[in-house]
T-cell receptor, first 112, second 114 residues
Framework: QKEVEQNSGPLSVPEGAIASLNCTYS??????FFWYRQYSGKSPELIMS????GDKEDGRFTAQLNKASQYVSLLIRDSQPSDSATYLC????????????FGQGTILTVHP | KAGVTQTPRYLIKTRGQQVTLSCSPI?????VSWYQQTPGQGLQFLFE???????NKGNFPGRFSGRQFSNSRSEMNVSTLELGDSALYLC?????????????FGSGTRLTVV
């Protein structure tokens, strides 16, 4: 079992729709959870971080965390073509200094 | 506020050579982590430094090493390069304090080994 798994893509949604990206993790001691966006040829960019169970909203992005189910998700509302990118889920354990464990990424395409 | 700066952006090296990559973190960030990104393996953690001390290390051979200086700048070195070392090498920095903080990545160094 991979440590961090993301829903297999690619994911294609029409402009204006909600894109839903999912991630499960195996280490119950994980404490910090991040979503990164990576455009082709660029480096990952942090878009959301979440540390407590529940929802966290930031503009069109909502991160959801359920530690009991070891599940974290990212919702993108009113998706735009500029949201087309690879989305990476990253998990950090409590004592894993500086170590983020990444999922394989989900490629999202938002078509006009 | 300047971001994480990595140099050089691109490198082409021959098998057997060694290479040194540099990373300057965001001002005030004392934790610097290094990652290797390849199409097949994705993003994999190499090591993390804080206050000039390596606190964590990933599952890479000893050919991969690093260090951090008193100004938090970091370097990583790869000796005896192999074709499989061709990858995007990313550095990330983070503020260390009460609570947890995200990690900001630099633009990366694209290493090609021929």
């Amino acid at each position: 079992q991979k440590e961090v798994e993301q829903n297999s893509g690619p994911l294609s949604v029409p402009e204006g729709a909600i894109a839903s990206l999912n991630c499960t993790y195996s280490d119950r001691g994980s404490q910090s959870f991040f979503w990164y966006r990576q455009y082709s040829g660029k480096s990952p960019e942090l878009i959301m971080s979440i540390y407590s169970n529940g929802d966290k909203e930031d503009g069109r992005f909502t991160a959801q965390l359920n530690k009991a189910s070891q599940y974290v998700s990212l919702l993108i509302r009113d998706s735009q073509p500029s949201d087309s990118a690879t989305y990476l889920c990253a998990v950090k354990g409590g004592t894993s200094y500086g170590k983020l464990t990444f999922g394989q990424g989900t490629i999202l395409t938002v078509h006009p | 506020k300047a971001g994480v700066t990595q140099t050089p952006r691109y490198l082409i090296k021959t098998r057997g050579q060694q290479v040194t990559l540099s990373c300057s973190p965001i001002s005030g960030h004392r934790s610097v982590s290094w990652y290797q990104q390849t199409p097949g393996q994705g993003l994999q953690f190499l090591f993390e430094y804080f206050s000039e001390t390596q606190r964590n290390k990933g599952n890479f051979p000893g050919r991969f090493s690093g260090r951090q200086f008193s100004n938090s700048r970091s370097e990583m070195n790869v000796s005896t390069l192999e074709l499989g070392d061709s990858a995007l090498y990313l550095c990330a920095s983070s503020f260390i304090g009460i609570g947890d903080y995200g990690y900001t990545f630099g633009s990366g160094t694209r290493l090609t080994v021929v």
